[in-house]
């Protein structure tokens, strides 16, 4: 077994629960950690013996445009998706990150961060 990772993949969305972030948006980071069988694409040095991290990234970035009151919704939303999509992965780890966000404090991020394994 071993892990990918995608790391700082950054967009622009409209979550959260009030009206003006569903209007004007912010930047969101999301860090993505899989974890799958690696034996085989390490040995064979084939793409298709492996997960695609173009697939992953299309997942994250379909996902975070459609818009949600929580983060903990679209992070689910990108679980679940991945699992469904790409059978060899075992477990999922995500961040997602709004940066700045309009909480009346100076905060760089505030993250939820979920860790899920296959049933």
């Not at 948006?25 to 695609?52: A, C, F, M, N, P």
């Not at 699992?83 to 939820?112: C, H, Q, Y």
């Amino acid at each position: 077994m071993g892990f990918i990772k995608l790391k700082n993949i950054r967009t622009f969305s409209y979550h959260g629960c009030l009206v003006e972030e569903s209007k004007i948006g912010s930047d969101y980071r999301v860090d993505l950690k899989i974890k799958t069988d690696l034996q085989k694409s390490s040995l064979s040095d084939e793409l298709s013996d492996t997960v695609d991290y173009v697939h992953l990234n299309r997942i994250v970035e379909e996902e975070m445009a459609i818009r949600s009151n929580l983060l903990e919704h679209v992070a689910q939303r990108i679980i679940t998706r991945t699992f469904k999509e790409i059978p060899s992965i075992s477990r999922v780890i995500l961040e997602v990150s709004k940066l700045n966000p309009p909480i009346g404090g100076d905060v760089e991020a505030v993250t939820v961060e979920m860790d899920e394994s296959r049933s």
